[in-house]
């Protein structure tokens, strides 16, 4: 996992971007960053499914549909299980309608075209963080 942005010792919020692709991840990173968000990086799922069992929870997710092994519908699936209201924005090549309905479909999951360039995603973040800028409470999710 690559951390980035320092908080200055003040909470920050921090997304979770899982991206195989480094250059992708690289740019999200940085978009967030840009944003005045923290990211965490992970460029496959083993590591991302450790955090999700050990780590503070995120503010948002941000996923691609596809990633190695085509293990995105798990991620998907098993980060609603551990975080039920998280926002999850799928940042990805393929267009929405190859995702299942059960994605496309959730109130708190968006899906951005990576092709329609960095505003989309910003849009996507500015969603995401709506109403998270406060500090999170001490109470975790199951």
Sequence with gaps: MTQSASDGGGWQPRVWIVEDEPAAASLAADLCEGCGVA????????????????????????????????????LYMTTRHHYPLLPVIYWTGSPATALPAMIREDARTTVVD?????????????????????????????
């Design 39 to 74: 990211a965490s990086v992970f460029g496959g799922p083993l590591p991302y499914l450790a955090a999700l069992r050990s780590d503070a929870a995120p503010v948002a997710v941000v996923l691609d549909w596809r990633l190695e092994r085509q293990l995105s519908a798990a």
């Design 114 to 142: 990576k092709a329609g360039g960095t505003r989309l995603f910003e849009g996507a973040l500015a969603w995401a963080l709506a109403g998270t800028s406060a500090e999170p409470s001490a109470e975790q999710p199951a």
